[in-house]
């Protein structure tokens, strides 16, 4: 009983010590020695990933079950979104080379990170803008083909005015969110990644503006950094999953 | 100079409704949740009464078919999102922070946040009785919503005061999740945690993991009314199926969103007075984990009727099975606790004791249903709203009221009048079975639910009837309640700082707390440490070093601000802006609402937590 | 244990050269994904692939530039239940709805 009451004093007093000790920046005083922010950033970006993942779910429960066309294989143009999807990418580097500079103290550098990840971020959404808006205008015209060259949702419009055992097709109805499933769910899921990257984008140029206020940010300060970082990569990781389960996948033939 | 660009003020009010207003202090964020909160239950009461009355004899004509539909409607939705669930969360934010020996939660400023968007959206709904509320059931059911069959502006109300519900509960529960595990006293390792404490921090994951899934189904509702997408639209090939998974893969854990805080009351009043420390503490701890994560893989047992096919049902009727073996884990516990104890029958323990048995008779009947052969006769019938109410109102409600008067002499300072609450208890424990015991009967007979009237000849009368009477009691016995809490909020007897001879922390600093809650902070040693402490082991003596001392001086607190309410008010003009957004401008509203809220959030970022000119004149 | 670990963060973070080495690998894996995509005779086989190939780069990203691998486990364990949480529930609607049956 002596001992036990002993090394609970001991105890104790560790805990005092642990306590008392000064710990530098932001994190002072906390149980885990982690940042509060910090922790709410996770568990922020945890939570996100159930928005996304039920945005997912829904696109993939509806995956092939519009009535009409157009479809992912009508409208969608890989190399076009593998090129925004490297722009997304790169920004992500730069993003972790603007913070990596911050806590070198090199604010020339970090704010040279910082604006290329936002005109990045600003591209990615510019190739979005105008992806949806050649969606919503999708245009088919097709002389004279061979039918088993046309899609299903090209066969669906055709009308025959060419040589025996040719087909013409003709469409002036574009993607929009009314016109089908794939429209609805598609333009739902990428639309709010697009918000997200935007809200981003908002936010890194906040962060470049205060930059140039003394002391807000700093090498020691660099958490609201660190937090928009996060936020950035993670956007990134989400496009990642929706390039491959939405695009890829989406004009594969097996779906 | 503060990096703080606009110069406002902070706020310096020391009384008066700009204090309440400006507070970002915990216990009186709790208060203004609990009353609220309570005001709300209230709300949700009288329409229960109007439905109740009109049901109390065959082919009555008091409220119309399409009123009742709004009544059960709102009444679900009040009682799940605007009285239990805030209730719940007036006891996080007074008591969490007290039993793990905190000054404050980790985001004082995202806390009035969370309580002023939670009083947005209670508004936004309740008011939404103007002009026609929402009929379509509070799981608003596909294709009930649609623009089609419902044109008015009851579901748009509906929806987004139920996303603005989320932002407060998102909001409150990341900073719970964050204050649990980052703001614990020294030594107060996660498995010294009092029960309360943990069944909140499950709790607090379970919303921030849930609350995206519903957020998500009702913004696809939203375009499926405001833009004429196809979610939900049957004509396009839309499945109004998939609302029901994702309405119910929210909405079964948001039943133990509901239920894990009153188990954590339980299991803080139970040991108390018994007198003993709760039996197999880590059991409990566990069982609650399992319930929140089996919690995730049951939610198609809301689905048995709608043809998943014999698999699903199976799969879904085992899983659901399952989830009562740590319920009733956590039942002998507490049973164990009460085993040996010498007992002390205070209206706290009596409301807890309730919970005990009524939860029981819940969790029984709702093993029933869980068999999907079984819910196929079940299904629809007034079988479901008495096994509903034995959780939620002999669940939930009781364990909140035994906290209410648990924890009364902590947040009032005052003594209730003990007599006065036994009498209120026994009346709500006679009222209550009386009220609902009768619904398994006229359930089992075939009685619908959600019917405005029935024939006489159904044979349902006289159950319904004796339903009907029960209500009147349970109005008696919570008038007294109200009368019992409110006289002796204002007049009641001086409480002293552990009049129940607790065994957590909240019990070792005066009643009610001061504003810094802890003079020193508390080292703790072991579970139970402030009973441990009392039972005179010396050890307690070391002084503690993370405490300021001298009867506060010194202690930072952190400052009131404006930008929390002025973000909440820029939300609730913005959701305004969107039921009428054809109002003068086209999203004219919205947009001036969403501009104020911006500004909010970024005048409140900009704003340190506490200005250093402030500190240094300390 | 708390500055112990803060220590290591600062030690161990990647540097500028390794942030850069990493953004490679992540290109040269989306360049391979678009690659398969026009491989006509992988059929069914394209699915498995591009998965892992896109949750490698996912694991990467999260891994290294959001430095999970340097930080707390407990970053990792509120990031990890929401994202397996979400690839569960999204698991199991695909089932319900019989999409891939």
């Known amino acids: 009983m002596i001992l036990k009451k002993t090394l609970l004093i001991k105890e104790g007093s560790q805990l005092a010590q642990e306590h008392a000790a000064p710990i530098h920046g932001e994190d002072e005083g906390t149980t885990t020695g982690l940042n509060h922010r910090k922790m709410l950033m996770w568990a922020f970006l945890g939570s996100d990933c159930m928005f996304f993942g039920s945005l997912i779910a829904t696109y993939l429960v509806y995956q092939g079950k519009s009535l009409e066309g157009p479809l992912p294989i009508d409208v969608f143009d890989i190399p076009v979104t593998s090129i925004s999807t490297f722009v997304l990418l790169m920004s992500s580097m730069s993003m972790v ?19 290329s990840t936002a005109i990045m971020g600003s591209t990615f959404i510019g190739f979005q803008v105008y992806e949806f808006s050649s969606f919503a205008t999708h245009h088919v015209e097709i002389d004279c083909v061979n039918p088993g060259e046309l899609t299903k949702y090209e066969q669906h419009i055709f009308d025959d005015g060419c040589s025996s055992g040719e087909a013409h097709a003709e469409s002036h109805e574009g993607l929009k969110p009314q016109t089908n499933l794939f429209g609805t769910t598609f333009y739902t899921l990428t639309g709010f990644h697009g918000a997200h990257v935007t809200l981003g984008v908002v936010w890194l140029l906040s962060l470049l503006l205060l930059s140039f206020k003394k002391g807000v940010i700093t090498p020691e300060k660099n958490l609201d950094v660190d937090l928009a970082a996060l936020y950035w990569h993670f956007v990134d990781v989400v496009w990642i999953v929706i390039f491959t389960v939405v695009y890829l996948f989406g004009v594969f033939p097996g779906f | 100079m503060s990096t703080f660009p606009i110069s406002i003020p902070r706020p310096v009010h020391p009384t008066g409704i700009w204090n309440w207003v400006t507070t970002i202090d915990h216990k009186r964020i709790g208060i203004l949740y609990g009353v609220t909160a309570f005001l709300m239950f209230l709300s949700g009461g009288v329409e229960a009464i109007l439905m109740r009355v009109q049901l ?9 078919a399409a009123v009742y539909n709004q009544l059960f409607t709102m009444h679900g939705t009040t009682m799940i999102f605007l009285a239990v669930m805030p209730l719940s969360a007036a006891f996080f934010n007074f008591v969490i922070p007290l039993q793990i020996g905190a000054r404050d939660v980790a985001f004082p400023r995202l806390n009035a946040f969370s309580y002023w968007t939670f009083l947005a959206g ?10 026609g509320a929402t009929d379509a059931g509070w799981f608003g059911y596909a294709p009930l919503t649609s623009v089609a069959q419902n044109p008015g502006t009851g579901i748009d109300f509906w929806i987004i005061s139920l996303q603005i519900l989320g ?12 204050t649990i595990i980052n703001m614990r006293a020294p030594g107060m390792t996660m498995m010294r945690l009092p029960l309360f404490t943990w069944m909140s921090f499950i709790t607090a994951i ?5 609350f995206p899934v519903i957020t998500v189904a009702l913004i696809e509702l939203t375009f499926d009314r405001y833009f004429m997408f196809n979610f939900f639209n049957v004509a396009n090939g839309g499945s109004v199926v998939l609302w029901q998974h994702l309405f119910w893969v929210f909405g079964h854990p948001e039943v133990y969103i509901l239920i894990l805080p009153a188990m954590g009351i339980v299991s803080e009043v139970i040991p108390v007075f018994s007198k003993k420390p709760l039996f197999g503490y880590k059991t409990v701890v566990l069982a609650g984990a399992i319930i929140a994560f089996m919690g995730w893989m049951v939610w198609s047992h809301h689905m048995f009727t709608v043809g998943l096919g014999a698999v699903a049902n199976a799969v879904f009727t085992v899983t659901t099975m399952l989830i009562a073996v740590p319920t009733g884990i956590k039942v002998f516990n507490w049973l164990g606790t009460i085993w040996g104890g010498s007992i002390r029958f205070t209206t706290p323990m009596l409301y807890s004791l309730g919970f005990i048995a009524m939860f029981l008779i819940g969790g029984i009947s709702g093993v029933m249903h869980a068999v999907s052969a079984s819910d196929a006769q079940q299904q629809d019938t007034y079988f479901i709203p008495a096994h509903l109410h034995y959780v939620l109102f002999g669940g939930a409600i009781m364990a909140i009221l035994s906290g209410i008067f648990y924890w009364f002499p902590k947040y009032s300072g005052k003594m209730f009048n003990e007599r006065q609450g036994k009498i209120s208890f026994w009346l709500l424990m006679i009222g209550q079975n009386v009220t609902f015991f009768p619904m398994h009967f ?28 029960g209500v009147l009691i349970l109005l008696i016995g919570f008038l007294l309640v109200m009368d019992n809490i409110g006289r002796h909020w ?8 552990d009049p129940w001879d607790g065994r957590t922390l909240e019990w070792s600093i005066p009643s009610p707390p001061p504003e810094y809650n802890f003079e020193e902070i508390p ?40 930008w929390p309410f002025v973000s909440a008010a820029g939300l609730f003009i913005a959701a305004y802006g969107v039921v009428f957004n054809d109002l003068l401008i086209p999203w004219g509203l919205a947009a001036i609402g969403l501009t104020i809220g911006f500004v909010g959030v970024y005048a409140w970022s900009l704003e340190p937590v506490n200005d250093p000119e402030e500190d240094s004149t300390h | 244990m708390s500055q112990e670990l803060s220590a290591e963060e600062h030690t161990g973070h990647p540097t500028a050269g390794q942030y850069f080495r990493i953004a490679v690998i992540l290109c040269v894996i989306t360049a391979v994904e678009v690659g398969v995509f026009y491989v006509e005779f992988l059929g069914h086989w394209m699915i498995p692939i591009l998965f892992v190939l896109s949750a490698s780069k996912f694991t990467l990203v999260a891994m290294y530039y959001m430095h999970l691998k340097f930080d707390h486990k407990l970053f990792t364990y509120l990031f990890v239940a929401g994202f397996i949480l979400a690839a569960l529930i999204i698991s199991f609607l695909l089932l319900l709805f019989g999409v891939y049956s």
């Open chain 1, 97 to 115: 080379l603007a913070y990596s500079a911050l806590t070198k103290n090199n604010m020339k550098g970090f704010r040279i990170w910082m604006i």
């Open chain 2, 490 to 497: 204002k007049n009641g007897e001086p409480a002293p700082p």
């Open chain 2, 442 to 469: 006229v359930g089992l007979d075939g009685m619908p639910r959600r019917i405005y009237t029935y024939a006489g000849n159904m044979g349902w009368d006289f159950w319904n009837g004796v339903a009907t009477g």
């Open chain 2, 122 to 131: 209670a508004l936004m709904l309740k008011l939404s009785w103007i002009g």
């Open chain 2, 167 to 178: 932002v407060a509960s998102l909001a409150a529960a990341f900073n719970f999740i964050v």
């Open chain 2, 56 to 64: 109390a004899g065959p082919e009555l004509d008091i409220v119309s």
């Open chain 2, 206 to 210: 379970l919303l921030v993991l849930a």
């Open chain 2, 523 to 562: 080292i703790v040693r072991g579970l139970d440490d402030w009973w441990a402490t009392k039972q005179g082991d010396s050890y307690k003596e070391i002084p503690a070093s993370g405490g300021s001392g001298e009867n506060g001086h010194n202690i930072h607190l952190p400052q009131p601000s404006y």
